[in-house]
């Protein structure tokens, strides 16, 4: 039976971390899936985070306890099932007098009505209380807890204004967001799912209990038809678009967009720690090591105004994410240092917040069976959160399948992360002692992407010059055919700024080398 023939159990519009958890959670519990992504996997918000498994400590002065909660819960599980992606990170929050709260928290409206003198700062102890409550709400087990840092003597302090004396520290998780979209996928795929990218789902219709959805390849022009019981709307930014323009459904839910800009400078200071800085308007940005060479700063909070208004960082936002970090930077910052900058857009669920900054971050999943077969539609998420919001889709869809098997992914590791969530040191060992010929930035390069499954990109490799051609940057014509082979790769801007973020690294000669090599004269 071909593909057009068969009818499937779910069929997901959306290739970002929503649609490919979903596709995942869907395929292990033994459903039929297919999914189709319009452009490449993790092409639009989900490539373009902070790049934090976090529990979001700002949310709590928006009493979102249970998506914090939940958040915080989750670190953990991730962390054990992706410790190639994803490790623990400290964060160094320096303290001061005029640390103020955004005016439309909950929490800065209660204080401002029951202790005014306070005039909308945020008091130690009101930080203190926070953080022991981030501390606690997830269970933690594995990541240290909260201490209190003097900034006059240790490292943390070296690149701060000499006016910052105390911070607290804290731990939260990084992750390799675009990578763990596509590991979803590759694991999605290995349990049966069918993963389609470049292809533009052109309309969706009910036919009795069916759906018939149309599809044209992106590439080619071809188009094809599928079958399937239900729909999965998780079109991020387009799902409202999904909503109406494919499905032709009329519906009163709605999406904020929200833009969130970061800049990439050159390192800024030598210790690996993050900073979480607080500024008097109320808001907060992150300044974190990347990529090893690099500082990531971020985030803003925009209203943008349509899914198809392509997001990019402002010079404004530049400018105040500039101002922002020269608050506590010693070293004055300008727009020379500024080496890359990107922008994505948040498909927040529309709750009536009267600011951006204020919209809720939990996702919200509704299930629309009017007229025949069902369509879930998936609003807004967290990409720490995207493993429960899978689990509670298919708990929202379970009675539209009997039989339904149980949640499975909890503790379920992701291609290439089969080893300990310490295990990282000794992994790295490994790879140095079977490939001597590497740097040790490029061996921790490749562990910190690909895991163990560094050992099947490179096989038996005695020499650089055994892996092909090279093109700058500790990449290999292996490494890009495997990615070609293996993560659906069909362009240089897939494997440098997606796959991995080398495009950082190279030339402009380097990278048009790259994309030549993989649109045409690659052999994977």
């Known amino acids: 039976m071909s593909d057009t023939q068969k009818t499937y159990d779910l069929f997901v519009i959306g290739g970002g971390i929503n649609g490919c958890g979903i596709a995942r959670d869907a395929a292990g ?13 993790a092409s ?10 976090h529990g979001g400590l700002r949310y709590l002065e928006f009493f979102e306890f249970r998506l914090v909660r939940e958040a915080l819960k989750e670190r953990e599980t991730l962390l054990t099932a992706m410790p190639h992606i994803s490790w623990p990170k400290r964060f160094v929050l320096p303290y001061h007098k005029d640390m103020r709260f955004d005016s439309e928290t909950p ?5 401002t009505t029951f202790m005014p003198w306070m005039k909308g700062r945020r008091p130690a102890w009101l930080i203190r209380l926070g953080l022991f409550m981030y501390d606690h709400l997830g269970g933690r087990k594995i990541l240290p807890g909260t201490k209190t840092v003097d900034l006059t003597s240790g490292p943390e302090g070296a ?15 990084w992750v390799q967001d675009s ?22 789902v052109t309309s969706a219709r009910r036919e009795g209990d069916l759906w018939v959805v149309s599809t044209e390849d992106r590439h080619t022009g071809a188009t094809q038809e599928f079958r399937a019981k239900m729909l999965v709307n998780a079109g991020g930014p387009w799902v409202m678009d999904v909503i109406q323009g494919v499905a032709g459904i009329n519906s009163s839910e709605n999406v904020r967009l929200v833009r969130g800009s970061h800049i990439v400078t050159k390192r800024l200071y030598d210790h690996d720690k993050c900073y979480f800085f607080q500024g008097e308007d ?22 943008h105004a349509s899914f198809d208004e392509r997001p990019v960082c402002t010079d404004e936002e530049r400018d105040y994410l500039l101002a922002f970090a020269n608050n506590y930077f010693k070293q004055t910052l300008t727009s020379d240092d500024v080496v890359w900058t990107y922008s994505g857009v948040r498909p927040l ?40 919001l899978a689990e509670s889709a298919l708990e929202k869809i379970a009675g539209f399948f009997p039989h339904l098997p149980g949640k499975w992914t909890a503790g379920q590791t992701l291609p290439g992360g089969n080893f300990a969530v310490d295990g990282g040191p000794a992994l790295l060992d490994q790879i140095k002692a079977r490939y001597p010929f590497l740097s040790d930035k490029d061996a921790l390069r490749l562990l910190r ?37 293996v993560e659906w790769v069909q362009s240089g801007d897939d494997f440098l700024w997606r796959r991995t973020k080398l495009g950082l690294r190279l030339t402009d000669d380097e990278r048009a080398k790259v994309d030549a090599y993989i649109l045409g004269n690659g052999n994977g």
């Open 29 to 41: 519990r033994g459903l039929t899936v297919a999914l189709a992504e319009m452009n490449d996997l």
């Open 44 to 53: 639009a918000t989900s490539s373009s985070s902070t790049k934090l498994f």
């Open 107 to 111: 929490t800065s409206k209660l204080l």
């Open 159 to 173: 690149p701060l204004e000499d006016r910052f004396a105390k911070a607290y520290e804290y731990s939260d998780c």
């Open 179 to 200: 990578r763990l979209v596509v590991l979803n996928a590759r694991d999605a795929e290995a349990r049966g799912a069918k993963i389609m990218t470049r292809t533009k």
């Open 282 to 303: 109320g808001r907060i940005i992150f300044s974190i090591p990347y990529e090893q060479d690099f500082t990531l700063i971020g985030t803003t909070d925009a209203d």
């Open 349 to 388: 669920y529309n709750d009536g917040a009267t600011s951006a900054t204020a919209a809720t971050r939990d996702y919200v999943l509704r299930v629309n069976e009017d007229g025949g077969a069902p369509i879930l539609n998936v609003f807004g998420g967290k990409i720490t959160t995207y493993r429960r």
């Open 449 to 485: 992407t690909y895991g163990t499954e560094v050992f099947d990109i490179y096989g038996e490799a005695k020499s650089a010059e055994a892996l092909g051609e090279g093109f700058g940057a500790g990449i290999t014509a292996a490494e890009l055919d495997w990615a070609k082979r």
